[in-house]
């Protein structure tokens, strides 16, 4: 399965650093290895100290394979070190409002 993901802005509160993982089911896909933050072993970074103001766009594409055949269900979880995150929006309020999507693809071997 192609998976890619485009998160439209993602902010926060105060300074922080963004890093999301991507599960299949209840599966984390293609994590780091070797940080040591609470968040830090991640499928993808979005930025590092981001201010409270600052709105950055992130993506990422991955394959994965499961060893199914059953349906699977693909989720994205945002992991901030700190304070809280705003998805599809700058800071908590609307002056910019963006979309975000996944995509998933079935691919042949």
């Known amino acids: 399965i192609l998976v890619m993901v485009t998160l439209g802005l993602v902010s926060g509160s105060g300074t922080l650093d963004l890093g999301w993982v991507i ?35 992130a993506s990422g594409i991955l394959v994965d394979s499961p060893s199914t055949t059953s349906a699977v269900t693909y ?22 409002v963006t979309s975000s999507t996944m995509t998933l693809m079935e691919i042949g071997a």
Not at 30 to 53: I, K, V
């Open 23 to 57: 599960k299949r089911d209840t599966t984390d896909l293609q994590l780091g290895t070797g940080g040591t933050g609470t968040y830090s072993n991640c499928t993808f970074g979005g930025s590092m100290n981001m201010s409270g103001g600052t709105a950055v766009n």
């Open 75 to 96: 989720k994205v979880f945002l992991m901030p070190n700190s304070g809280s995150m705003v998805i599809n929006e700058r800071g908590t309020g609307a002056d910019m």
